[in-house]
T-cell receptor
Framework: GAVVSQHPSRVICKSGTSVKIECRSLDFQATTMFWYRQFPKQSLMLMATSNEGSKATYEQGVEKDKFLINHASLTLSTLTVTSAHPEDSSFYIC?????????????FGPGTRLLVL | KQEVTQIPAALSVPEGENLVLNCSFTDSAIYNLQWFRQDPGKGLTSLLLIQSSQREQTSGRLNASLDKSSGRSTLYIAASQPGDSATYLCAVRGSEKLVFGKGTKLTVNP
């Protein structure tokens, strides 16, 4: 199976600081990666779709200047939460697709818990 | 806009019981449907993926069905075990993205 990792798994930061979350596909090249956020007892909501070498496509209502996404290589995408505030506290999960597989299954990372004080 | 609903929101059963989790979606123009498991504070583990042309998929004690025309899917878990306790998420894929339901939190009591 395909493995997707995220780092860090948990992060606590002060309000106003920026936090970077990494998403890596460990054993395959991912042309597309997705970033989701999940509030307690809520569903995963897609934030943006990231394609290697191009600008990310953000979902409606997601501020692109606040949530900076960089997909610099076929195995790494980063999400930077800029000037984080307490309302940004959430569970952030990335996923990656293997285009060589039928159905383009998304493989999910273990998630990053962000707490902004 | 696609909406995915899962019923029930929570379910508690004794060990050994067979159970069914339900998922419904509003737009039948889907590419595939996927069931995931999520343990507390963890990421998602894919359980079963059903292509739009398929009716069901099976993996071990799990069986997922898809009725695209009626916008419904069920996840059947046979002989439930305490280790099955988790939140089960249903997600449908349209042309581009996955849309998730809120999940069913399952507790299997020893």
């Amino acid at each position: 199976g395909a493995v997707v990792s995220q780092h860090p798994s948990r992060v606590i930061c002060k309000s106003g600081t920026s936090v970077k979350i990494e998403c890596r596909s460990l054993d395959f090249q991912a042309t597309t990666m997705f970033w989701y956020r999940q509030f307690p007892k809520q569903s995963l909501m897609l934030m943006a779709t990231s394609n290697e070498g191009s600008k990310a496509t953000y979902e409606q209502g997601v501020e692109k200047d606040k949530f900076l996404i960089n997909h610099a290589s076929l195995t790494l995408s980063t999400l930077t939460v800029t000037s984080a505030h307490p309302e940004d506290s959430s569970f952030y999960i990335c996923s990656a697709t293997r285009p060589d597989q039928v159905g383009e299954t998304q493989y999910f990372g273990p998630g990053t818990r962000l707490l902004v004080l | 806009k696609q909406e995915v609903t899962q019923i029930p929101a929570a379910l508690s059963v004794p060990e050994g019981e067979n159970l069914v989790l339900n998922c419904s979606f509003t737009d039948s123009a889907i590419y595939n449907l996927q069931w995931f498991r999520q343990d507390p504070g963890k990421g998602l583990t894919s359980l079963l993926l059903i292509q739009s042309s398929q009716r069901e998929q099976t993996s071990g004690r799990l069986n997922a069905s898809l009725d695209k025309s009626s916008g419904r899917s069920t996840l059947y878990i046979a002989a439930s075990q305490p280790g099955d306790s988790a939140t089960y998420l249903c997600a449908v894929r349209g042309s581009e993205k996955l849309v998730f339901g809120k999940g069913t939190k399952l507790t299997v009591n020893p």
